[in-house]
């Protein structure tokens, strides 16, 4: 198998998962939101790190730990992964899956703002109109929804911050996640022993399924990035960027589909109208990409054709 089909296999892999994981949280009833997060964290850091022991690279935290500023980075994206992680499983155990997988519709357009208000960026005129069709939508969707369709921004910024600073740190997958869930498992572990002190801990309690869902959640977390990472390796940016549209697409799906979440006509316009700044915005990168690889291939030419010829 080529590198360029393993990498769409990896990436269909990952965005299938992520797509379908808000029927693998509402198994994880009657478990709380704060519940559920805490243990996909320490079971994340566990399943991470026998991965990392059977590939024997636990070696790189000593080179991380002489690395400060990359440290406080870690901290950040820690910071962000678990507010976006917290308000995903929220959202989806409040039977708001829709608005869940409109923040996932619109984070590449928060990523464009963010490169525009954090990295100076400069936008051409498509991504321009793409933001202001986007701002349109979420006009629309708050009269839908009458407030402010807030599940959704905010994983949608969390999310951007959190791939934001995970560009400017540069980890691996499997060691970035490790350190992250790592930052955040003593709170983690705080939590889940004083859940377990009051009495209110459905962990061991509820039946040896829900136990053994609650423990497998580190593999559901960790798997999809794992994947994530393997097709990120072995693909051309343009292509990852139009497969990341099948989670959001299928998450909306299992919210209208299976969990019969309303879908109204103002809620189904404002969506329209997040595809249609979707549509502009991936038009104009594709555009750019192949003017891109033209300009490349024409300075190869040029090159090639100033080589003096050996006689």
């Known amino acids: 198998m080529t590198p360029t089909r393993l990498g769409y296999l990896y990436g269909f892999g990952a965005y299938l998962l992520w797509g379908f994981f808000p029927i693998y949280l509402k198994l994880l009833r009657p478990a709380g939101p704060l519940e559920i997060l805490a243990h996909r964290i320490v079971w994340s850091v566990v399943f991470v790190a026998l991965v990392l022991a059977a590939l024997r690279n636990i070696g790189f935290l000593r080179a991380l730990a002489r690395r400060p500023r990359a440290l406080a980075g870690i901290g950040v994206a820690a910071a962000l992964i678990a507010v976006n992680w917290g308000t995903y499983i929220y959202g989806v155990n409040s039977d708001r899956v829709v608005e869940t997988a409109l923040g996932y519709f619109i ?171 979707l549509i502009i915005f991936t038009a104009d990168a594709l555009r750019q990409a192949r003017r891109t690889r033209a300009s490349t291939a024409a300075a190869r030419r040029a090159a090639t054709a100033t080589v003096p010829v050996a006689r």
Not at 197 to 216: K, R
């Open 107 to 277: 984070n590449p357009l928060v990523v464009v703002l963010l490169g525009v208000t954090v990295l100076r960026e400069r936008l051409r005129p498509a991504q321009w109109v793409a933001l202001a069709v986007g701002g349109l939508a979420v006009a629309v969707l708050t009269v839908d929804y009458g407030r402010l369709p807030y599940l959704a921004l905010t994983l949608a910024v969390s999310f951007g911050g959190y791939s934001l600073v995970k560009k400017r740190l540069g980890l691996p997958a499997a060691e970035g996640l490790f350190v992250e869930s790592a930052v955040l498992a003593l709170p983690a572990l705080g939590y889940l022993g004083w859940l377990a002190a009051s009495g209110d801990a459905t962990f061991g309690h509820t039946s040896a399924g829900h136990t053994a869902l609650l423990v497998l959640a580190g593999a559901a977390t960790a798997i999809p990035l794992l994947l994530f990472a393997g097709a990120a390796n072995r693909l051309p940016l343009t292509n990852l960027g139009m497969l990341q549209y099948l989670a959001p697409i299928l998450q909306l799906g299992c919210g209208v589909l299976i969990f019969h979440e309303p879908m109204p006509p103002a809620r189904l316009g404002g969506f329209a109208l997040v595809w249609l700044a």
